[in-house]
């Protein structure tokens, strides 16, 4: 009998290894048929035949060359690719083919995968937060948790966009790669509870921020793929765009006339190989370079492009192009801090689809199911695994064997049951502590040092404790102790639990869980909403050309004072369809034809 058991499993361990398989090699056939105009960096000639503008030398010249092929890039680029041509260059691979992009069983596994081609690129604060960055055609898309929703209207008042464009840009994104969740039992029981704790009224599915608890949209869907940025490049025209992957761009080239403002010209990257390539744009004053790099990317490559702070590009020997002492400031993240939720069976896996969006300025979220196989427990702790980044972005002369044996024993010290259950996260909206980016090096491939100041200013702090008191009410709620079948658990030995799961690198005191203000700093965690670094006034003018240059642009959350919404990828999205039907209609009026 347990043989015949076995080769059961084995036989339907290798069937669902073949449907993988079969998926991989069918979506790799796909997006080739279905995106004819991505290629690798190393096919580029700046002299090959193209329909594209081209100077007296057969030079191919872009009238738009977009760095980052993420969130904001890829609705960027199939906007101005409607009227003009449009090279977009993507530091990454295609998310495609790559299971751990696609399926939502693998979130964890891509967060996890800290190889030099993984779709993220783990980097960790000098606050000592564990953090990761996009490295793939779709960006922030591919990695994250798939959540969706519009951002609060007082954002959309402050940043001063068209109220008009911006409702006609978020459904272009939605109708295309967003979708209506299946609840999962665990954000079922999670909606109920926060409505049984005072965060109300129930808002049902929507997409718009909206006081009270609601299920927003997701870009899986049901069948648990992911759809992402990439995809909304099927809205280009392909005649007049051409993207490039593992094309990593080392620094934007300028024209310095004496007495007159630095001049985009083209870019400087390197192609999979190593390899250096120049790409220019055409003649045409409105011609543009536009970073699109995220807010870690752009102003890094500001920086190594010769703009930014006059000190910082000398200690490098940056050969200085505009001095702005303001790139790279105003950096901020998002705090998040988690509280497991122990049960004794194994939940169904689920993301975020269901937010508690409280007047005390935190919003509630949770997640659930990530410990369904016995390896889990020397593997990975889920969404806020102490894998994910853990000890393999800690340079190896820092992990002393101290280090590591107290990491082992934390986690051997997790009751099992920690797996079997999930989490509720807390995260502060508009946190008023900031920090900033500074250049390490001259390696674009290299992360810069990155400083948010979690809770740096008491206001914050604040809003974190109410927070956690928020979250253990609803999991001590009677609709929660329902669900999980678990007698209600102490604050005490809740926090106690998280404390343990070593999600950071931040030393833990002795009084975390007696005091929440200690517990808050002690396991603050990111859920990858930083922004700042290129700040409008600051850095870029209202409508986001960077100042004291001509012909350069910046698309992309890094010149956002505050995250939209809860959760910003719907915004970054819509951010990058409002901005190019914006220089479309600027530029050719009605004939823009978008």
């Given at each position: 009998m347990a043989a015949f058991v076995g080769a059961v499993k084995l036989f339907i361990s290798l069937v669902l290894w073949l449907n993988t398989l079969s998926s991989i090699q069918g979506a790799r056939d796909f997006y080739e048929f279905r995106y004819p105009f991505i290629k690798r960096a190393s096919s580029f000639s700046s002299s090959s035949s193209s329909s594209f503008s081209s100077s007296s030398n057969d030079e191919v010249r872009y009238d738009y060359i977009i760095v980052g092929g993420g969130t904001a890039g890829c609705p960027l680029a199939a906007t101005l690719s409607q009227n003009f041509s449009v090279l977009m260059l993507e530091r990454g691979g295609v998310p495609f083919s790559n299971a751990n992009v696609s399926f939502l069983r693998n979130f964890h596994i891509a967060l996890a995968d800290t190889s030099p081609t993984s779709a993220s690129q783990p980097f960790v604060s000098t606050d000592g937060v564990i953090n990761a960055r996009a490295r793939v055609l779709g960006g922030g898309t591919c990695i994250n948790a798939g959540f969706y929703t519009r951002a609060n209207s007082d954002f959309l008042r402050r940043v001063g966009w068209d109220a008009r464009l911006v409702n006609e840009s978020y459904p272009w994104v939605e109708k295309q790669i967003v979708h209506q969740p299946k609840l999962a039992p665990w954000q079922d029981a999670f909606k109920d509870s926060l409505l049984d704790v005072g965060?109300?009224?129930?808002?049902?599915?929507?997409?718009?921020?909206i006081y009270g608890t609601k299920v927003g949209g997701t870009i899986f869907d049901r069948f648990g793929r992911r759809h992402t940025a990439a995809e909304l490049l099927?809205?280009?025209?392909?005649?007049?765009?051409?993207?490039?992957?593992?094309?990593?761009?080392?620094k934007v080239l300028f024209d310095k006339s004496a007495g007159k403002r630095p001049k985009a010209m083209g870019v400087m990257f390197k192609d999979e190989n190593g390899n250096q390539h120049q790409a220019f744009l055409t003649n045409n004053r409105r011609s543009e370079v536009i970073l699109s790099c995220g807010a870690i990317g752009t102003p890094q490559l500001l920086m190594l492009s010769g703009i930014g702070p006059k000190a910082e590009l000398q200690r490098l020997n940056i050969s200085m192009v505009l001095h702005n002492e303001f790139v790279g400031k105003g950096m901020a993240d998002n705090p998040m801090n988690s509280v497991f939720v122990p049960m004794t069976r194994s939940v169904e896996q689920s993301l975020i689809q269901t937010v508690g969006i409280t007047?005390?300025?935190v919003y509630v979220e949770a997640?659930?199911?990530?410990?369904?196989?016995?390896d889990s427990i020397y593997c990975h702790h889920g969404l806020l695994s102490a894998e994910i980044g853990q000890l393999s972005t800690v340079p190896p002369k820092q992990r002393t064997r101290q280090a590591i044996e107290e990491f082992i024993k934390r986690k051997r010290d997790l009751p099992r049951e920690a797996f079997k259950g999930g989490f509720i996260l807390?995260?502060?909206?508009?946190?008023?502590?900031t920090g900033h980016l500074n250049l390490i090096n001259t390696n674009i491939d290299n992360n810069p040092s990155v400083t948010f100041n979690y809770f740096g200013h008491p206001r914050d702090l604040r809003r974190c404790v109410n927070g956690i008191r928020m979250a253990a009410k609803v999991i001590q709620s009677d609709r929660f102790t329902n669900f999980t079948k678990c007698d209600k658990p102490t604050v005490e030995k809740l926090l106690n639990m998280s404390v343990k799961a070593n999600i950071n690198l931040i030393p833990k005191h002795t009084n975390d869980t007696k005091s929440l203000e200690q517990f808050c700093k002690d396991t603050v965690i990111t859920i990858w909403h930083y922004h700042g670094g290129c700040l409008v006034g600051k850095v870029v003018d209202p409508n986001h050309k960077v100042l004291g240059t001509r012909r350069l642009r910046i698309v992309d959350g890094s010149t956002f004072s505050e995250s939209p919404g809860t959760n910003p990828q719907g915004t970054v999205l819509m951010m990058g369809r409002y901005m190019g039907v914006k220089i479309l209609g600027r530029r050719l009026g009605k004939a823009a034809g978008v």
């Open positions: 965060v109300s009224p129930y808002n049902g599915f929507t997409y718009d921020h099927a809205s280009a025209n392909p005649k007049m765009l051409t993207v490039l992957v593992y094309a990593t761009v080392q007047k005390m300025g997640s659930s199911g990530f410990g369904q196989s016995q807390e995260k502060i909206a508009m946190p008023l502590s």
